[in-house]
C-alpha cells in the first residue's frame, strides 16, 4: 500500500518469440527487450571485499519464482547475448551475485495480477557467512525489494482513438465503407483484418479487447484475447502481438465457453465517483446471469477472475442474459458529453420507442414504415407495430430487465437519471424468451471522438427523413456530437449484431497513472 | 470493512453427524443447531399482499453456494424437522420466500476462509415483476446482506489454560505423573489419550492445535486437525469433535507431507504491537525451509494458505529446516512475564550454554557430569563438552541458525533485546547437518499460567544441585513463574521430542472479539 517498484509483464513479442523456439531462455537477446523490464540496482557499502567465504546471494521464494525473472547486466562480454545472463528463474531460485560498489540487473514480470496472485513480488539479497567448510552457510543480514506488478487497463470511450479495426467480407462493403469513412475523417488509422485471416468472421468486438499496461519507464497496448475463439481466433496473436505490443489470454480448462464470453460483454465506463469513491479509470462492465437464475449463461470465470484482480478498474456486472446473443453493447454505451462527469450513459429504451411511435400514429404517419426501401418482405407500418400486443408485452418485459441494469449502473457508477439518455429502440423475443433487436439497434455504436457511427435504423419516414434518426441525431447534437448513420442491416443486423459488434478501437492510455490511485 | 453480520463455520458434531449419514441434509434436526447458526430476519413494508404474480425470492450465487446454507423457521410444523426447511443451498440457488410482516431465517457457514475466498458472503433478495405468463418474472428491486465468516483463531501461552491433553504409553509414566500433577496443581481439566487410541504415537502437540472461532452469538473451541496423520490422526475427529466443539483440516492433494507439517512448528505469539500496528490476538509462527536453498522441507501450502487467510493473526514465517525434526517450538516459547508487553521470548542459545559450562569449568566443576546418573554410557563431563570442537563449530552454526530467527522475531513482533532471555541449551548435528537437542532441549515446556513444565535437562551437578535448572530457575523466577522438571529423557528426548511435543492446551479465547480489529 506504498510507493514502490513496478514491474510490467514482458508479454509483447519480444517474450513471445524466445518463448516458443526456446523456452528455456537464459540471456535477454534484444536491447528493446531491456525496455521492458524494470531496472533494480544493488549497491553494496563496506570493505573492498568481503572476508573468505561470505557471499552475497539473491534468491526469491518457490511461490514467486514462476512470476519474475532477474538477469544481471555485465560488462564483460563483447556478445550481447553474453552480457545479460540470467540470474533468476524458476529453476534458479537462489543465485550468488558478485560483492562490487554497484550492480545492475533487469527483473521481468510474467504473470498478471489474478485470483491466486495479488500482484505483488519479493525478491531478497542476503549475506551469507561460513561456519566451517562442513556446515551450510548461514544468512546474517536480509533485504528484501517488493514489485507491484502492473494491471491491465481498458479504455473506455471517452479517450482519444489511436488505430479502428474491422473486417472486409465479401458482403460487408457499405459498412466497411462507412466505418472506413469515419476513421480517415479523423485521421485515426485503419487496420482491415480480410478475408484470408478471418474466414468470414466479422466480429472485431468480440474476439479481443484492448488495453495497455504502464509503468514509468514503459508502457504499451496489450490485447485481452477473447476464449470465445471464432475464425477470428488467430487474428490477435497473429496480427496484433508485436514489438511493443503485448498479447494475454485466459482459456477456461473445464468450462464450455458461451456467447457471454464475446467482448461485446466486456466494456468499461469513464471515470466516475461513487458516494466519494473515485475511480478515476472507470470501472470494467460485463453481462451475466440473472442472480435468480440458477441456469443462466455467464461470462466464464477465469476471464471474470483476471478482471476483478487488476484491481485498478473494479466491475460491475450486469444482467445480460436476457438477450439471446447476451452482449451488454447491445442495450448501453457511453459517448462524451459536457459537465462535470464528461459523459452520457446511452441505454436502449422500448418505452422511449413506442413513445415515439404513438407520437408518429398521433401525428398521422401511422402508414410510415420501418424496413422502408428493404423490400415488401420486411417494411411494416406503424400501425402496425403498435397493434401487435405480443410485441408490446416482450417490449415491457426487456424494459424491465433494462431498468435492472438502469438501477444498478445509476448505483455502481453513481449516475443521475440527468447523466442518461434513453435512445428509441425495439426488441423482439426469440426461442427462449431471449430478446433481439427489432431494428438496426442504434446504441450498438462506434464512439470516435465526437463521430458517432451508429447502425442505421430504417425507421418510419416522415417528410423524407427516417423519424428515429432525427430523434437520435437531436439527442446525440445536444451533446455537441455528430451522427454517421451505417447501413448494417444485411450484414450484420441480420447476423443478430450492429456496428460495434463489428469494430474495435485501440485508444490512448489514461493520463493518470494507475499507481497513483489508492488500493 | 465495515461493521456487519457474521457467521460461524458450523463444524461441530452436530454438523458432522448430518454429514456423514445424510449428505443430502435439508433439515435442521437439533435446536442446538440453531445456535451455531446466524439469525437474518426479513422485514417487509408495504401492502397486506402482493399484487398478483409479484414474488419475493431470497438468492445466492454459485460460487457463494458451497459456503453457505439458509433455513427457514416455520410455526407450521409440530415435527421439529419440517420447522426448519431448506431454502438455499448448492442445489438450489434461489427460492421464493413468503410474503410477510417478518421472516426469520437461520444462515449456517460451511467454509473458513482460505485462499480462494476472503470470507464474505453475500444473501440477496428481489422483489419479482411478472410481465404476462410467457415470459420470465424480472427483479424490480434487489436488497442484499453481506456475511463475514469467523477466522479460526489460535491462542497464546499467555491466556488461560482450561485443559490438558497427554499420551499414555508403556514408557511414559514418569513424564505422565509429572504432567498430571501440574494440570491438577492448578484445577485444569486433563484428557489422557489412552494406547488403544494413540499406538503408541505419543506426540499431542504435533496431530492437533486448538483454537476457536467466536460470534456475537455462540462461540466455541475448534480443533485444527494436522495433515501429519501419524498414529494418533484419529483423535482429533473421534474424542475432540463433539456438540460445540468444532473440526477442520487441511491436506495436500499432490505434495508429500513432512516433518514441518506437525504442529510443533504451528504456534503463536502474545498480542504485539510492531511500528504502531497493533496485533491485539498476536501472530501466528510456522518453520519454513530457509529462503536460499531450493531443496529444503517447508510447511504444506495448503495449510499454510489456511492460515494466512484467517487474517486476524497475521502469520511470521521461520526458518526451522536447520533442526532435523525441524519445529519452531524446538528451540523458542512465549511465557507470561510482568510489563507493558506482558511476555517474554524465550529462546534456546548455544551460546549461553557454552558460556554456562565454561563458568563451571572456571569454577573448578570441569569433572562434573551431564546426564549424571543416566548409566555410563550417557555421562559427559564439562571439560569433555569443551574440548569437542566439532561440537562447538556445530553449535556455532545453530547460533548463527537460530539468530537470524532472532532478528525476524525482534522486526516481526516488535521487540527488544530486553524482551528476549537466552535459555542454555547445547544441540549436535545429524545426518545432513540437521541440529538436534544435545540436553533435554528446556525450551520446549508446557506454559499453565505461571506454571511452566520443563524437560529435566540432566545438567552438570554443583553442591548436588543441576547446574543447568538452578540458571533456569533463576531466570523463569524473576517472572514471576515457577518450574516443574519432568523427566522425559528416555520416553521422549532419545525420541527427539520433549514436553511440549508431548502435549497440548486448550485455553480459554481472547476476551477482545476479532470484528472489532482494522483489517
New interface residues.
Given amino acids: 500500500n506504498r510507493h514502490g517498484a513496478i514491474l510490467l509483464v514482458n508479454c509483447d513479442s519480444e517474450q513471445f518469440y524466445h518463448k516458443t523456439p526456446d523456452s528455456d531462455r537464459k540471456h535477454i537477446t534484444a536491447v528493446s527487450d531491456l525496455n521492458d523490464m524494470s531496472p533494480m540496482v544493488l549497491r553494496t557499502k563496506g570493505p573492498a571485499q568481503l572476508p573468505p567465504g561470505y557471499k552475497l546471494?539473491l534468491?526469491i521464494?518457490?511461490g514467486d519464482a514462476e512470476k519474475v525473472r532477474v538477469f544481471r547486466s555485465t560488462v564483460f562480454f563483447p556478445d550481447f547475448v553474453k552480457r545479460y545472463p540470467l540470474v533468476l528463474d524458476d529453476q534458479?531460485?537462489?543465485q550468488e551475485v558478485p560483492y562490487q560498489e554497484e550492480t545492475k540487473l533487469y527483473v521481468e514480470g510474467l504473470r498478471f495480477p489474478d485470483?491466486?496472485f495479488d500482484g505483488l513480488l519479493k525478491i531478497?539479497l542476503?549475506l551469507?557467512?561460513p561456519?566451517?567448510e562442513?556446515?551450510?552457510e548461514?544468512?546474517?543480514y536480509?533485504d528484501t525489494v517488493v514489485f507491484r506488478v502492473a494491471p491491465w487497463i481498458m479504455t473506455p470511450n471517452t479517450l482519444e482513438p489511436v488505430e479502428v479495426f474491422v473486417c472486409s467480407t465479401k458482403d460487408n462493403y457499405p459498412f466497411l465503407k462507412g466505418i472506413t469513412g469515419l476513421a480517415k475523417k479523423n485521421n485515426y488509422k485503419l487496420k482491415v483484418c480480410y478475408e484470408y485471416k478471418n474466414r468470414g468472421d466479422r466480429w472485431m468486438q468480440d474476439e479481443l479487447e484492448f488495453g495497455y499496461i504502464d509503468s514509468p519507464h514503459q508502457h504499451f497496448p496489450v490485447v485481452l484475447d477473447s476464449p470465445r475463439d471464432g475464425d477470428l481466433k488467430d487474428f490477435p496473436y497473429d496480427e496484433l502481438l508485436g514489438k511493443d505490443f503485448g498479447y494475454v489470454t485466459r482459456v477456461p480448462e473445464d468450462e464450455e465457453v458461451n456467447s457471454l464470453d464475446s467482448f461485446g460483454n466486456l466494456e468499461v465506463s469513464p471515470p466516475v465517483t461513487v458516494n466519494g469513491k473515485h475511480y478515476p479509470l472507470g470501472r470494467i462492465i460485463i453481462g451475466v446471469a440473472?442472480?435468480?437464475?440458477?441456469h443462466g449463461r455467464n461470462m466464464t470465470k477465469v476471464v471474470q477472475d483476471f478482471l476483478w484482480a487488476q484491481k485498478v478498474q473494479e466491475p460491475v456486472a450486469l444482467f445480460s442474459d436476457?438477450l439471446y446473443v447476451g452482449h451488454v453493447d447491445e442495450f448501453m454505451t457511453f459517448v462524451p458529453a459536457p459537465g462535470p462527469k464528461g459523459f452520457r450513459l446511452l441505454l436502449a429504451s422500448p418505452d422511449a420507442g413506442y413513445k415515439l411511435f404513438k407520437g408518429l400514429q398521433n401525428d398521422g404517419h401511422g402508414k410510415a414504415k420501418i424496413f422502408d426501401g428493404l423490400g415488401p418482405d420486411e417494411e411494416i407500418s406503424v400501425d402496425e407495430i403498435l397493434d401487435n400486443e405480443r410485441l408490446k408485452?416482450?417490449n415491457?418485459?426487456v424494459q424491465?430487465?433494462i431498468?435492472?441494469n438502469r438501477d444498478v449502473l445509476k448505483r455502481e457508477l453513481g449516475l443521475d437519471d440527468d447523466d442518461i439518455i434513453d435512445l428509441p429502440i425495439l426488441f423482439k423475443?426469440m426461442e427462449d424468451?431471449r430478446a433481439v433487436a427489432y431494428y438496426p439497434d442504434m446504441v450498438n455504436m462506434i464512439v470516435l471522438g465526437k463521430e458517432l457511427g451508429i447502425p442505421k435504423p430504417f425507421g418510419p419516414k416522415v417528410d423524407g427523413r427516417c423519424a428515429l434518426e432525427a430523434e437520435m441525431t437531436s439527442l446525440m447534437e445536444a451533446l455537441g456530437l455528430n451522427c454517421t448513420y451505417i447501413d448494417n442491416f444485411a450484414s450484420y443486423h441480420k447476423l443478430l449484431g450492429e456496428v460495434h459488434c463489428g469494430s474495435n478501437v485501440r485508444r490512448k492510455p489514461f493520463e493518470l497513472r494507475w499507481w497513483n490511485l489508492e488500493m
Fill in positions: 546471494t534468491h521464494s518457490r534458479v531460485l537462489s485470483k491466486d531478497h542476503s551469507l557467512e561456519i566451517s562442513d556446515f551450510p548461514t544468512p546474517i536480509t440473472f442472480p435468480t437464475s440458477a436476457w408485452s416482450e415491457d418485459y424491465n430487465c431498468d435492472w423475443l424468451n
